[in-house]
């Protein structure tokens, strides 16, 4: 089964520093997603950012990146120029790849981020 | 474009009462998943429909059942309730065989089980 580990229980970092956020998972597939999803007060989870297995590239959405190293089964999230409203829990979730239909999402247990000013 | 809709926000049961959750998924959407997640945990997958069929279905007791209309819309249905089903129950609809897929997911709704 797969497994999704977020070692970081919580963070904080200064209003407009960068921060990174810790994930490791567990897979034996080749193929597969992995997603930062963001989840503030207000409950709804937003997704941040997806990344394909298959591509080397690493993804970035305008103030947020990623390290995905796959031989390591490691994906950290890079939030630049952190602002107050990135403060949440941040997930990082795993899906499997298939070819028919869409597959369960599995999360880690979430980092929670404090944004200082 | 509307998104993934769930009702209602919040909930109060009693042990033993049963509860029936609704979502309506994101315009286009014809697959709807349910997450339930604990306090100070990460969503945990229930189950999942397509064409109106349970298509996957996590490690989670037949207590937990459900059901897709014909308008991809679903509910999320919890008989005899216990204290440890109260959590935030999450939808999340998505379009499965498009390549780039992804779940979107609704607001949650907030079940308290006293």
């Known amino acids: 089964a797969q497994t999704v580990t977020q070692s970081q229980p919580e963070m904080s970092v200064q209003e407009a520093e960068t921060v990174t956020l810790s994930c490791t998972y567990d897979?034996?597939?080749?193929?597969?997603?992995l997603f930062w999803y963001k989840q503030p007060p207000s409950r709804q989870m937003i997704l941040v950012i997806r990344q394909e297995a298959y591509k080397q590239q690493n993804a970035t959405e305008n103030r947020f990146s990623v390290n995905f190293q796959k031989a390591a089964k490691s994906f950290s999230l890079k939030i630049s120029d952190s602002q107050l409203g990135d403060a949440a829990m941040y997930f990082c979730?795993?899906?499997?790849?298939?070819?028919?239909?869409?597959?369960?999402?599995?999360f880690g247990k979430g980092t929670k981020l404090t944004v200082n000013p | 474009d509307a998104g993934v809709t769930q009702s209602p926000t919040h909930l109060i049961k009693t042990r033993g009462q049963q509860v029936t959750l609704r979502c309506s998924p994101k315009s286009g959407h014809d697959t709807v998943s349910w997450y339930q997640q604990a306090l100070g945990q990460g969503p945990q997958f229930i189950f999942q429909?397509?064409?109106?069929?349970?298509?996957q279905r996590g490690n989670f007791p037949d207590r937990f059942s459900g059901h897709q209309f014909p308008n991809y819309s679903s509910e999320l249905n919890v008989n005899a309730l216990l204290l440890g089903d109260s959590a935030l129950y999450l939808c999340?609809?998505?379009?499965?065989?498009?390549?780039?897929?992804?779940?979107?997911f609704g607001p949650g709704t907030r079940l308290l089980v006293l």
């Open positions: 429909y397509y064409e109106e069929e349970e298509r």
């Open positions: 979730a795993y899906r499997r790849f298939t070819q028919g239909g869409s597959e369960k999402l599995v």
């Open positions: 897979t034996s597939e080749s193929d597969y997603y």
């Open positions: 999340a609809s998505s379009l499965p065989l498009t390549y780039q897929e992804t779940q979107y």
